[in-house]
């Protein structure tokens, strides 16, 4: 990443922050830029869990996923309040605190393993109350239409 960030800081390459001063690199994490990710499960709690429940049954058809959020205190968040959701990302999305390096890969592919049972047991539930399938065909089109647009939206920072 050093590369990415002497080129987009050449200006102030030789420039020595103040203590406590900080320089944002990025506007949003990702792993293309260095992003560090850690499991934030600490800040899971019934109230902040309610919360999430709360805006997800109001997305007709939205079943699993997840969210990206920011949030300026700890508290307020274990609170389910003061957040704000950056992105949902749907079934496919993996949970992020499998990169975390604290963590082993075991705890990575049980975490995928599990999200991957939710989702075909969610499918199966599904399919039983009526909902079809979407075709490969049409799978292959959205692809197809998605990585278009893709290649048009600008770099992420």
């Not at 968040?77 to 003061?82: D, H, M, S, W």
Request: net charge positive.
């Amino acid at each position: 990443m050093a590369d990415k960030y002497l080129q987009r800081f050449s200006e102030r390459q030789n420039e020595v922050l103040s203590a406590g001063e900080e320089l944002k690199l990025v506007e949003s994490g990702n792993h293309a830029q260095g992003c560090v990710f850690r499991d934030g499960m600490s800040l899971c709690t019934p109230a902040l869990t309610e919360s999430i429940d709360a805006i997800s049954q109001k997305l007709t058809g939205f079943f699993i996923g997840r969210y990206d959020i920011r949030f300026a205190n700890k508290e307020d968040l274990r609170a389910g309040r003061k957040f704000q959701i950056i992105e949902l990302n749907g079934a496919a999305s993996e949970a992020t605190s499998i990169y975390d390096a604290r963590s082993s890969i075991f705890v990575a592919y049980r975490t995928l393993f599990r999200q991957w049972d939710l989702v075909f047991a969610i499918g199966a539930a599904n399919r039983k109350r009526g909902c079809a399938p979407t075709g490969l065909v049409l799978v292959w089109q959205k692809w197809r239409e998605y990585s278009r647009l893709a290649a048009t939206y600008p770099t992420a920072d």
